[in-house]
């Protein structure tokens, strides 16, 4: 059996498909849903994910931390200190209380639409993890055809080569402020690459290898930790750009001599890979929220009449 693990910022309707979708199409191999709520949602966001919650209260175990971390990035030698702070890193809920020997995480903007959890558990072999590998299309080595998500453990480019890179041609729409400069850990050992890591919108993980090696019980940052690039940006260059949610864990990991298999999950499942931008623009939001309910109301009737019959009590 499988576990799940799904992070929630506003998203009412997008959570409850992501949701109903996964339980339809993986429900054979899940155990229990972990639903971890962030603290704070979009300001126009107003509604609450009472519906699902109650509709799955047998599946589902929710929890909502004690502080909230945005995208800052996160106090490591806290995280060894305050418990309330650790359990704040996204997915950390699931994490440890995870009970099955592999955990699923999950965006709450997916809509599943094979059993994805089948077709990862047939391919994880002996990998501590496996979904697809990389933001690829963020990274320069990729535009200039150098790596791929198949093969980015063969592309070990240097520290001043990684750099070239980043301020050479390319699309400056999908790049991100790396090509100030990376932290020592970069000049150390550039690989993985700032962009390298297991996408956390749909991945499944082997808990009896990660669990070990994976704060709290062992060395490697948690699995939802953001970590300073070493980059600065903002009118006075003090702003930090963050390695996104899982880069710094997938590094320490394959320090560790780890192992991670890509699989395209965009083939069982529909993913918009804009993530936070839609909660930084009302107009997409909404028009997001709407695709997801019209999803639910063809596709989900019972779960639709069902949200319709509360609302209508108060």
Request: charged letters at 25%.
């Amino acid at each position: 059996m499988v576990d799940v693990v799904i992070n929630v910022f506003g998203k009412v309707h997008q959570t409850a498909l992501s949701i109903l979708s996964l339980v339809e199409h993986c429900h054979s191999h899940i155990n229990t849903i972990y639903f971890q709520k962030e603290k704070y949602t979009a300001t126009y966001e107003h509604l609450n994910h009472d519906h699902i919650l109650e509709y799955y209260s047998s599946l589902i175990k929710s929890y909502i931390p004690k502080y909230w971390n945005g995208i800052d990035p996160n106090d490591i030698q806290r995280l060894k200190d305050d418990r309330d702070y650790l359990l704040s890193i996204r997915y950390q809920y699931g994490w440890e209380s995870c009970a099955s020997k592999y955990l699923l995480t999950i965006h709450n903007d997916i809509d599943v639409r094979d059993d994805v959890i089948g077709n990862l558990l047939a391919r994880i072999g002996e990998n501590t993890g496996i979904g697809e590998i990389g933001q690829c299309w963020w990274c320069p080595a990729y535009q200039n055809s150098l790596c791929t998500s198949d093969t980015y453990t063969s592309f070990k480019p240097s520290y001043q080569y990684l750099m070239h890179l980043y301020n050479k041609d390319m699309d400056y729409t999908q790049r991100r402020a790396y090509n100030f400069g990376l932290s020592d850990q970069f000049k150390e050992s550039p690989w993985p690459l700032p962009e390298c890591r297991l996408n956390e919108w749909c991945a499944l993980i082997n808990m009896d290898k990660a669990r070990k090696d994976t704060a709290p019980t062992g060395k490697a940052v948690p699995f939802g930790s953001r970590v300073s690039s070493g980059s600065l940006i903002g009118d006075n260059w003090d702003r930090p750009v963050c390695l996104d949610v899982g880069v710094q864990w997938f590094r320490e990991l394959l320090h560790m001599n780890h192992s991670f298999a890509h699989y395209d999950v965009n083939k069982d499942i529909v993913h918009d890979k804009r993530g936070s931008v839609k909660l930084d623009s009302r107009e997409e939001y909404v028009k997001a929220e709407i695709v997801a309910l019209n999803e639910i109301k063809i596709r989900y009737p019972d779960f639709y009449e069902f949200m319709n019959s509360r609302l209508n009590k108060i």
